[in-house]
C-alpha cells in the first residue's frame, strides 16, 4: 500500500514569509508526528498527533510553528514568519497505533526547506 | 539528555567487512529502534529490540540490547556498497509520554567497493 507521503519535497521561501507543509499518513494510522532534521543533525521531535486527543505540542521550537490534523488524517506543519535557521528537512512519520508495543514509525521522505 | 547517542559518528569500512554502531542511552527503555537514512531524507526501520530481550537478527543484521550498560549495538555483517547512509537507534523510553522515540545522531556508514 501506499507510504506516508509528504508535499513539497522542497520549498524554497524567503525570510518573513509563511510556509506550508503537508503529510499525508499510512491510511488507518491513528498516531502522526512531525520531526525536524538540520543537516548532519539528528532529528528533533516536533510535534505529536494521535486520534482525536490533544496533540502533544511540547517540541515545537517556537510559537511560529503550529499544525493541525483534520479528521484524523492530513497534517499541515505551518511555520510563520520563517527565518534562516529553520532550514531543515521536516520529516514526518505515522504509527498504527501509540499505544501499541511496537510504536514502529514509518516515515515519509520529508521537505526539504531553505529559508534565504 | 536523554538523547540517544551512537557512536562512531562516522565509519569506513571495506566491502565484505562487518560494521558495528554502538548506541547508549541514560534512562530505562521500552524498547530500542534501529533506522536507517539515504541521503538525508525519509528513515526506514530496521529492527526492534525491546527491553526484555537480549539479541535479535534480521538477515544480515544483529542487534543486541544490554540493559545494565544501557547500550545497544547494531551489526551488520559482509558489507555492501548498497549498506552506505546513515544509521540512527531511537529509543522509546518507558513513562509518561512513552509514544515518542527519540533519536540520536546518528552514525554515517560508507562501504567501500
Known amino acids: 500500500g501506499a507510504g506516508v507521503s509528504q508535499s513539497p519535497s522542497n520549498k524554497v521561501t524567503e525570510k518573513g514569509k509563511d510556509v506550508e507543509l503537508r503529510c499525508d499518513p499510512i491510511?488507518?494510522?491513528?498516531?502522526l508526528y512531525w520531526y525536524r532534521q538540520s543537516l548532519g543533525q539528528g532529528l528533533e521531535f516536533l510535534i505529536y498527533f494521535q486520534g482525536n486527543s490533544a496533540p502533544d505540542k511540547s517540541g515545537l521550537p517556537s510559537d511560529r510553528f503550529s499544525a493541525e490534523r483534520t479528521g484524523g488524517s492530513v497534517s499541515t506543519l505551518t511555520i510563520q514568519r520563517t527565518q534562516q535557521e529553520d532550514s531543515a528537512v521536516y520529516l514526518c512519520a505515522s504509527s498504527p497505533r501509540a499505544s501499541s508495543g511496537s510504536n514502529e514509525q514509518f516515515f515519509g521522505p520529508g521537505t526539504r526547506l531553505t529559508v534565504l | 539528555s536523554q538523547q540517544g547517542e551512537e557512536d562512531p559518528q562516522a565509519l569506513s569500512i571495506q566491502e565484505g567487512e562487518n560494521a558495528t554502531m554502538n548506541c547508549s542511552y541514560k534512562?530505562?527503555?521500552?524498547?530500542l529502534q534501529w533506522y536507517r537514512q539515504n541521503s538525508g531524507r525519509g528513515l526506514v526501520h530496521l529492527i526492534l529490540i525491546r527491553s526484555n530481550e537480549r539479541e535479535k537478527h534480521s538477515g544480515r543484521l544483529r542487534v543486541t540490547l544490554d540493559t545494565s550498560k544501557k547500550s545497544s549495538s547494531l551489526l551488520i555483517t559482509a558489507s555492501r556498497a548498497a549498506d552506505t547512509a546513515s544509521y540512527f537507534c531511537?529509543?522509546?523510553?518507558?513513562?509518561?509520554?512513552?509514544?515518542?522515540?527519540?533519536f540520536g545522531k546518528g552514525t554515517k556508514l560508507s562501504v567501500i567497493p
Open positions: 534512562t530505562s527503555i521500552n524498547n
Open positions: 531511537a529509543r522509546r523510553y518507558s513513562g509518561a509520554g512513552s509514544y515518542q522515540l527519540t
Open positions: 491510511s488507518g494510522h491513528t498516531a
